[in-house]
């Protein structure tokens, strides 16, 4: 493949965010009572969830855009000199497929208790996501203000930040706060995927 179509590929990034957002914005309209400051975003796929075939129609592709989309971009930075920026790309690309493969393994039981097997690995998944996506964007913000793409190295703190509000505000809030910091923490991952895309588009990376 030429270095041209490869980095055609990085629209997917911004497809892949797009059908999240219309997952996260039209779903609730299948569920109803769904409280969106108090509810996760995964209750809308949840086993058992009223809404969980629109869910997952209108998420379809979320999962093959994005990861196609960054894996374009951990070929596009191979010839990168800084050892970070590859690094930090390599383990938000990771974080992609455990986020894909993880969630689909093991989809939240809205009608079980937390301690439910399959909720038990669910929250596993989601640590796992969480490590990844806070390493792999300090790293690249790192590895960029190196490479000084100080644009991408500014994406990458603003997103950790938004990051980093969703697990605080969940913990330090009231209840009924829940479901807007935990937005937060998806967006902040899925618009970085974006973001790289469009970086991979225009030949910054």
């Known amino acids: 493949m030429t270095e041209k179509r490869l980095r055609k590929l990085g629209v997917l990034g911004i497809i892949s965010l797009l059908s999240y957002t219309a997952m996260v914005v039209f779903s609730p309209l299948a569920y109803p009572g769904y409280d969106w400051l108090s509810m996760a975003v995964s209750d809308l796929s949840a086993e058992g969830a009223p809404s969980a075939e629109l869910?997952?129609?209108l998420n379809a592709l979320f999962g093959p855009c994005g990861l196609v989309s960054i894996m374009a971009v951990c070929v596009g930075v191979v010839g990168c000199k800084s050892k970070v920026l590859k690094l930090g790309i390599y383990f938000f690309a990771a974080m992609e497929w455990v986020c894909n493969v993880g969630y689909k393994l093991f989809p939240w039981v809205s009608d079980a208790p937390v301690s439910n097997p399959q909720n038990v690995m669910h929250l596993i998944v989601t640590v796992l996501v969480v490590v990844l996506s806070l390493a792999s964007l300090i790293l690249i913000a790192i590895g960029a203000k190196k490479e000084q793409i100080n644009s991408l190295s500014i994406w990458a703190?603003?997103?950790?930040v938004?990051?980093?509000?969703g697990p605080i505000g969940t913990s330090l809030l009231p209840k009924?706060?829940?479901?807007l910091f935990e937005r937060l923490s998806t967006f902040s991952a899925v618009v970085f995927n974006a973001i790289l895309g469009i970086y991979l588009m225009k030949g910054k990376i």
């Open 55 to 57: 869910a997952n129609q």
């Open 157 to 160: 703190i603003f997103c950790l």
């Open 176 to 179: 009924a706060v829940f479901g």
């Open 162 to 165: 938004a990051m980093l509000m």
